[in-house]
T-cell receptor
Framework: RKEVEQDPGPFNVPEGATVAFNCTYS??????FFWYRQDCRKEPKLLMS???SGNEDGRFTAQLNRASQYISLLIRDSKLSDSATYLC???????????????FGSGTRLQVQP | DVKVTQSSRYLVKRTGEKVFLECVQD?????MFWYRQDPGLGLRLIYF???????EKGDIPEGYSVSREKKERFSLILESASTNQTSMYLC????????????FGQGTRLTVV
C-alpha cells in the first residue's frame, strides 16, 4: 500500500466550478501536511500547508481529518490557470532510520475548461 | 528568492556510464533531497541529507549513491546507468524542521540509451 494515495484523475471541470480532491495517508504518526501544485514540465511548488483546524487561502480550502487519515483540497470558482497537477504531501518517515522526509502522492490532474 | 539549481535540464547517457547530477541551493538549508518522478508513480525519494556528509536512504536507493561535501551542494551518482533509470530527477531543499516547505530545482530529464 502506498504511503500517500490520491485519485490520479483527470478531473475535467468547467470554469467557475467547485472541485474537491482527497488524499489518504497511512502513517498515523505523520505531523505535517501540504498541497503542492505542479504545472506541466515544471517543478512542484507549495500551494498551501494544511492545518488541523482547516485553513483557507482565497479560493482554496484545505482540511485535515486525522481520525480518518485524509486530507482534502477544495477549489472554488475554478479558473483556467488552475489547470495543473495537485500533489498531496505528508511529512512521513523514511524506511531507513525513520527520520522524517516529505512523501508525495502521485498527484491529481485538474483540467479546467472554458 | 530561494534558488535550487540543477546542473542540467536534459542529459543523455549510455548504459553503463557513471552519471553525476549536481544540485546547489542558496538558502542555507540543512535538508536536501533527491527524488525521481515517473508517470503514474509520482515523486519517489531516492536519498536525502540533513547535514554535511550525512545521508539517508529513501524509498528507492538501489543503483544510486549521493555525496554532500558542502552544505549547499548535493550530488546524485548513478554508478552504472541503466535504461530503467531513465526518468525526471528533482532536487529539493528545506530547513531542518520537518514541517517546512521544500523548494525544488527545475529538474533534470535523464535518458539512458
Amino acid at each position: 500500500r502506498k504511503e500517500v494515495e490520491q485519485d490520479p484523475g483527470p478531473f475535467n471541470v468547467p470554469e467557475g466550478a467547485t472541485v474537491a480532491f482527497n488524499c489518504t495517508y497511512s502513517n498515523s504518526a505523520s505531523q505535517s501536511f501540504f498541497w503542492y501544485r505542479q504545472d506541466c514540465r515544471k517543478e512542484p511548488k507549495l500551494l498551501m500547508s494544511v492545518y488541523s483546524s482547516g485553513n483557507e487561502d482565497g479560493r482554496f480550502t484545505a482540511q485535515l481529518n486525522r481520525a480518518s487519515q485524509y486530507i482534502s483540497l477544495l477549489i472554488r470558482d475554478s479558473k483556467l490557470s488552475d489547470s495543473a497537477t495537485y500533489l498531496c504531501v505528508v511529512n512521513g518517515r523514511t524506511m531507513d532510520t525513520g527520520r522524517r522526509a516529505l512523501t508525495f502522492g502521485s498527484g491529481t490532474r485538474l483540467q479546467v475548461q472554458p | 528568492d530561494v534558488k535550487v539549481t540543477q546542473s542540467s535540464r536534459y542529459l543523455v547517457k549510455r548504459t553503463g556510464e557513471k552519471v553525476f547530477l549536481e544540485c546547489v541551493q542558496d538558502m542555507d538549508h540543512e535538508n536536501m533531497f533527491w527524488y525521481r518522478q515517473d508517470p503514474g508513480l509520482g515523486l519517489r525519494l531516492i536519498y536525502f541529507s540533513y547535514d554535511v556528509k550525512m545521508k539517508e536512504k529513501g524509498d528507492i536507493p538501489e543503483g544510486y549513491s549521493v555525496s554532500r561535501e558542502k552544505k549547499e551542494r548535493f550530488s546524485l551518482i548513478l554508478e552504472s546507468a541503466s535504461t530503467n533509470q531513465t526518468s525526471m530527477y528533482l532536487c529539493a531543499s528545506s530547513f531542518l524542521q520537518g514541517g517546512t516547505e521544500a523548494f525544488f530545482g527545475q529538474g533534470t530529464r535523464l535518458t539512458v540509451v
